[in-house]
T-cell receptor, first 115, second 114 residues
């Protein structure tokens, strides 16, 4: 069974802290994504990566950075957490080539609260 | 450019009745369309997709969707709703040959009453 895992289901941090959210997939997928989900706004793309060490900004990259040192792992970093980054964060992966037409596989999400 | 609209924030239906969750899209080209479901405190799960071929697509858990090019719609349907279908549903679109990054709708909360 294919799987995308995220390091934490729930996380509480203080304003100004550096926060790391980790995502691991076991499907040998080239493409990985980070989204944030907020009520009434749906899913908004923060960053995506189409290969190791490659990254592209999504729709709302401000305040975030990412790291992809290994194919299976994609990390989201909040350099200095702020209260407006309180949200649900979802990681996803997808294959490339012909399977680019295929669906994304999502992790369970990390609900981050910044106090 | 690509966009997707889910015009209803919430849909209420009685158990056993048919359900429809609406989705309309806009792309400059041929669309690839997807439906996902999210149960409480969970990630999104894939339900079905339209890439090409038959306009009626069947997916998981008895759901189906019909691609209508003239109305630019891809409504999700099920003949008989279950209480366990209560969840948040997302429609997504991307244009074929484009950036391969889908755009998601804002989601529709489906509530099935016993």
């Amino acid at each position: 069974d294919v799987k995308v895992t995220q390091s934490s289901r729930y996380l509480v941090k203080r304003t100004g802290e550096k926060v790391f959210l980790e995502c691991v997939q076991d499907m040998d997928h080239e493409n990985m994504f980070w989204y944030r989900q907020d009520p009434g706004l749906g899913l908004r793309l923060i960053y995506f990566s189409y290969d190791v060490k490659m990254k592209e900004k999504g729709d709302i990259p401000e305040g975030y950075s990412v790291s992809r040192e290994k194919k299976e792992r994609f990390s989201l970093i909040l350099e200095s957490a702020s209260t407006n980054q309180t949200s649900m964060y979802l990681c996803a992966s997808r294959g490339k080539g012909a399977v680019r037409d295929n669906e994304q596989f999502f992790g369970p999400g990390t609900r981050l609260t910044v106090l | 450019a690509q966009s997707v609209a889910q015009p209803e924030d919430q849909v209420n239906v009685a158990e056993g009745n048919p359900l429809t969750v609406k989705c309309t899209y806009s792309v400059s080209g041929n669309p690839y369309l997807f439906w996902y479901v999210q149960y409480p405190n969970r990630g999104l799960q894939f339900l079905l997709k339209y890439i090409t071929g038959d306009n009626l697509v069947k997916g998981s858990y008895g759901f189906e969707a019909e691609f209508n090019k003239s109305q630019t719609s891809f409504h999700l349907k099920k003949p008989s709703a279950l209480v366990s279908d209560s969840a948040l549903y997302f429609c997504a679109v991307r244009v074929s040959g484009g950036s391969y990054i889908p755009t998601f709708g804002r989601g529709t909360s489906l509530i099935v009453h016993p």
